[in-house]
C-alpha cells in the first residue's frame, strides 16, 4: 500500500516513516528540498535495505497544485498523512506567511489534490494539535475537561500579533477547514479523515546523529534547554506551562487509521495519564521544573551541573495547567501512552549519549 507523507524529514514525520516502513507499506516522502530527501532516504536505507521510500520535492505547499506532480506520478497512493506546518519561531514574515498560510493552504492543497487525481485515497490523516483543543480561557480550571470533543475557540483576529498564538490559532484553522471540507465535499471524497491532536511532542530523535545538531527542532529543544541550565539558573522555572506526550505513541496514532476504520472521522488526542485529578504526578503536565526534576533524579552524572529548579510544591504550580481526558482515543486505540518521566528521560539520555558535548 503507498501512502504519501508530506514533511517527512521533520521530528514526528521520520517516526512515523519507520512505523510506516517496518509494516512494509510503500513511502513517498515529501521535502522542501533535495538534501533534505536524501537524507532521509539515506538514513532509512541503512535501517531498512529493503525499504520501498521515495521522497519528492515539494519546495512550496501553499502554492496551488503543489502535489500534481507527486499523485501524477503516484496515481495509486492510497493514504495520505499530511504532516507539514511551521512548529518554529523567530521569523522575519508576517504571522500570516510564517503560520497561517502554509498551515490552511497547506491542508487545502493536498485535501483538493487528493479529491482531483487520488483516485485510490481511502484515508487521510491530519497532524493536528492540542492547539485546537486547548481554551485558554479554562487553563487552569479544574471542573473544565479539554476531551476530543473540545475545540479552541481562538479567532486569527485575536491571535495574529503574536508568534505563539498564530502558530496555535493556525492549527485551530488548518483542521477545521480540513473537517469543512470533508463536510462540503461528502459526496464525492472517497477518503476518510483522522486528525491527531498532539500536546508538546518530545521523546528521543529518530535517529542519533539528529541531536549532534545541538539547536533540535522546538519541542525538543525544551529538553535540551533544560540541560543546558547552570546550577546558578534561577528560572523561571513555571513556564512554559503545558502538556507532553511522546513521539513513538503520536507516530503510531498517524498509522493505526489507514487499517483501523474505527479511526476514521475521529480526533485522537495522544497523551499519558489523566489529567483530571489535581494534586498528584500521574499527568502529563510539565514545567522547566518537572522537567528538571526527572533530569536530576534519573542521571546522577548531572549532579552539581545543571539546575535544580525553585518551585517547592510543584505539583500545585501544575495545577494550573489545562485538565483533560483522553479515554476515547485510548478506547478507540488500545494504546497505553508513556508516561511523561519515560518521555523525557528516553530524550535527555540521546542528547547526554550522542549531543555535541558527548
Ligand atoms: P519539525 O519542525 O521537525 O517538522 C516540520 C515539517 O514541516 C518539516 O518537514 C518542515 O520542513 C515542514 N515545514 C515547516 N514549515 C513549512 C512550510 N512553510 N511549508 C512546507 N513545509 C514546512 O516539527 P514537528 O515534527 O514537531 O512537526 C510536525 C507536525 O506536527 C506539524 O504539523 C506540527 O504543527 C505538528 N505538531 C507538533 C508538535 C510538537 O510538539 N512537536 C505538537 C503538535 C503538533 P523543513 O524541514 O524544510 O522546514
Redesign the pocket.
Known amino acids: 500500500e503507498k501512502v504519501l507523507v508530506?514533511?517527512?524529514?521533520?521530528?514526528?514525520?521520520?517516526h512515523v516513516l519507520d512505523v510506516l516502513l517496518s509494516e512494509k507499506y510503500h513511502v513517498i516522502g515529501?521535502?522542501?528540498?533535495q538534501d533534505?530527501a536524501d537524507q532521509v532516504k539515506e538514513s532509512f536505507k541503512k535501517l531498512y535495505p529493503y525499504a520501498q521510500l521515495e521522497v519528492e520535492i515539494?519546495p512550496?505547499?501553499?502554492k496551488s497544485g503543489a502535489f500534481n506532480d507527486v499523485f501524477k506520478k503516484y496515481p495509486d497512493i492510497q493514504h495520505v498523512l499530511?504532516?507539514?506546518?511551521?512548529?518554529?519561531f523567530g521569523h522575519d514574515q508576517s504571522t500570516e506567511e510564517?503560520y497561517l498560510?502554509?498551515?490552511t493552504q497547506?491542508t487545502k492543497n493536498i485535501l483538493e489534490t487528493s479529491l482531483a487525481l487520488g483516485k485510490k485515497v481511502k484515508r487521510f490523516v491530519?497532524?493536528?494539535?492540542?492547539?485546537s483543543i486547548m481554551d485558554f480561557d479554562h487553563e487552569g480550571d479544574a471542573n473544565f475537561i479539554h476531551t476530543e470533543a473540545t475545540w479552541n475557540p481562538t479567532t486569527w483576529e485575536k491571535a495574529k500579533n503574536n508568534e505563539l498564538t498564530a502558530?496555535i490559532a493556525?492549527?485551530k484553522l488548518?483542521e477545521e477547514s480540513a473537517w469543512t471540507f470533508m463536510k462540503e465535499h461528502e459526496n464525492e471524497v472517497p477518503f476518510t479523515l483522522t486528525t491527531?491532536?498532539?500536546?508538546?511532542?518530545?521523546g528521543p530523535q529518530m535517529f542519533d546523529s539528529s541531536v549532534k545538531r545541538g539547536v533540535?527542532?522546538?519541542?525538543?529543544e525544551l529538553i535540551n534547554q533544560a540541560l543546558k541550565t547552570t546550577p546558578a539558573f534561577e528560572g523561571p522555572f513555571d513556564t512554559p506551562n503545558g502538556i507532553?506526550?511522546d513521539?513513538r505513541d503520536?507516530a503510531l496514532l498517524h498509522v493505526l487509521p489507514l487499517r483501523n476504520e474505527k479511526l476514521a472521522g475521529k480526533r485522537l488526542f495522544p497523551v499519558n495519564g489523566t489529567g483530571i485529578k489535581q494534586h498528584n504526578y500521574k499527568n502529563a503536565r510539565f514545567n522547566m521544573q518537572r522537567v528538571l526534576d526527572v533530569l536530576n533524579e534519573k542521571f546522577p552524572e548531572l549532579k552539581g551541573k545543571i539546575s535544580k529548579g525553585g518551585i517547592e510544591d510543584n505539583e500545585k504550580a501544575l495545577a494550573a495547567g489545562f485538565y483533560y481526558n483522553n479515554d476515547e482515543t485510548c478506547k478507540l486505540t488500545g494504546i497505553e501512552f508513556k508516561p511523561l518521566e519515560v518521555t523525557i528521560y528516553d530524550a535527555a539520555k540521546q542528547i547526554l549519549d550522542f549531543g555535541p558535548s558527548s
Open positions: 508530506t514533511g517527512s524529514n521533520g521530528f514526528i514525520a521520520l515529501t521535502a522542501r528540498s533534505k515539494v512550496d505547499i501553499t499530511h504532516m507539514a506546518s511551521n512548529f518554529s510564517a498560510i502554509p498551515a497547506g491530519i497532524t493536528s494539535s492540542f492547539a502558530y493556525s492549527k488548518a491527531v491532536c498532539p500536546p508538546y511532542v518530545w533540535l527542532n522546538t519541542s525538543a507532553g506526550c513521539v503520536v
